[in-house]
């Protein structure tokens, strides 16, 4: 057993010993191919396009950005004012809605492309297109802290993307709202309106009704011979008068009815007589003169600015070559093996 045992680790030395001598007499082929190899890792490396990587973070927008959209929006107006968190909620809907990644793509990306690339399949450039702009919340304690990234092979064209798509979205954030704040206007408007001609229409039908009435309190007043209303203790009482029934206004005698008659049949407007008409016409004037201006409200904020980077963040040319001189090492290795081993058959 022993003999054994010393004959296969004698056994095992040798052969190790003659593959390292079978390596070693391979060596400038070893070297050879880790040469090239290496050498093609670094022209991959230094001939490839760099990749630059542009950086933005977003974050809600501050009471005072927002305060022209509140302007006028009181409980009195009746109209409720936006929130931070209403306005920064609509903004990042359009940062990350795909209208816009579209007009984007077919605005600002398919043109920079050449002829030859353009031709690509859409599909496939559009991929690539979201691949190179992503938009993503880093940390959840931060839920209102969005960050916007875009890649490109120039670094100034990258930070130029970002600003953009950002103002896009800003942009089109801005119209949606200020086309609702317009829309909600109006509609207040069209309401109040419409309250106004219901009131009008009343306060007509209260008016003809009232001539009729007074109309037949002269016949009545005519037939018992009534001219004058009937005055006690230098006034006229609230029942002779009709006040608390309205069946006794006859009591007023027919040259009052006669000339109340008149006057009613001659008013060209109720306007004045009709309870809260002046406030709501008030109201609608005070409506059309909300109006909100793009460049006079925020919808978001820049956390820094946003800067062409200064390096690229690929091919990481170190790495690149690290790897090559391991691969080439491995695979030179490899091919002196096989060719130590060819050579003793």
Known sequence: ???????????????????????????????????????????????????????????????????????????????????????????????????????????????????????????????????????????????????????????????????????????????????????EIKIRIRNNETQIAMLRENAANVRRDTVHQLLEAEKVAGAIGLEKHQVVSGGVTSDMSGAADPRLIYLRGTKALEAEVKNLQARESDDAFITNLRKLQGLNEFYRTLAVKA????????????????????PKKVLIILLGMIVGLGLGLIVGLMRHFWTLR
């Open 1 to 183: 057993m022993r003999e054994n045992s010393s004959g296969n680790q004698i056994s095992s030395e040798i052969d190790l010993a003659d593959l390292l001598k079978g390596v070693w007499a391979q060596r400038w082929l070893v070297v050879l191919v880790a040469v090239v190899i290496t050498v093609m890792a670094g022209a991959y490396a230094f001939l490839s396009k760099p990749v630059y990587e542009a950086r933005a973070f977003v974050l809600p927008p501050t009471q005072n950005d927002i305060e022209d959209f509140n302007y006028g929006r009181t409980s009195e107006s009746g109209l409720a004012p936006y929130t931070v968190k209403d306005v920064y909620a609509v903004f990042i809907r359009n940062l990350k809605s795909e209208s816009l990644k579209n007009r984007f793509f077919n605005e600002v990306y398919l043109p920079s492309l050449t002829d030859d690339n353009r031709r690509s399949s859409q599909d496939s450039l559009y991929r690539k297109f979201t691949a190179d702009l992503t938009i993503a919340q880093p940390s959840k304690d931060f839920a209102d802290r969005f960050t916007v990234v875009t890649l490109n092979s120039q670094p100034a064209e990258a930070a130029g993307w970002l600003s953009l798509y950002i103002d896009q979205a800003s942009e089109a954030a801005k119209k949606e709202l200020i086309k609702n704040f317009a829309k």
């Open 295 to 314: 460049e006079d409200v925020a919808v978001y904020r820049l956390d820094g600015v946003i800067q062409p980077p200064d390096s690229p963040i690929k």
